[in-house]
């Protein structure tokens, strides 16, 4: 393989992360010995946001023997524009007007499971017509993907806090915060150093294997 591509939202961004460290995708790189990289994730994006970040990714940038790591975030968040961007309306972000109504109105998780599900139809479709080779990894959840056409088997069988050993608070289905993981800690929300080489480790015996 010569081309690695990531997508997701802050892990793979490496959020927290300290100056000089590596989040998982860039060492993921480094372990398979691929000659170009791009990072396509940013902070606070929803699981749709994917299908945004894959179609820049196949626009806008060169490739060849690629493969791309699609980390899934809570399918909680939810994606809408607000007349001039897109946004994302989050159970941890802002206590606006928006989110409120939102999350007390809207959300459920037949919704959310439905969001998942189509995200993953609509990356495994865009994937196949490019000829690039997919992975996914959950974040944090426990997603039944269920939806005819979805080959399960791109799905890495453990999600990334499974791989860390942490917790996740079940009134957000975000994790819980500063938690007391050699893996995570000191960091709020996210791994830190040593967790996302575990990730990594996990992520190329996966793809290699």
Known sequence: MKTL??????????AELKK???PFG???HEML???????????????DSMIMQLDDFIKNKKFQDCVCIFFITNPTRQLYHNGEKFSVLRPTGDKNMKTKFYFTEMQSAD?????ANTTIL???YMCAKHNLTDVYIEGWTKIQFNYSGINKNKIVSQSAIE???????KQTTELDK??????????????????HEVIAENLYNHITQ
């Open 5 to 14: 591509a990531v997508f997701g939202d802050s892990w793979p961004a490496g």
């Open 20 to 22: 000089g460290q590596k």
């Open 26 to 28: 860039d060492i993921l």
């Open 33 to 47: 010995g691929t000659d170009d990289y791009h990072n396509m994730s940013a902070e606070g994006t929803a699981i």
């Open 111 to 115: 919704i959310d499971q439905h969001k």
């Open 122 to 124: 609509a990356l495994q």
């Open 163 to 169: 791989m860390l050993g942490g917790t996740v608070n």
């Open 178 to 195: 500063f938690q007391n993981n050699k893996l995570i800690y000191p960091n709020k929300y996210h791994p830190n150093q040593q967790g």
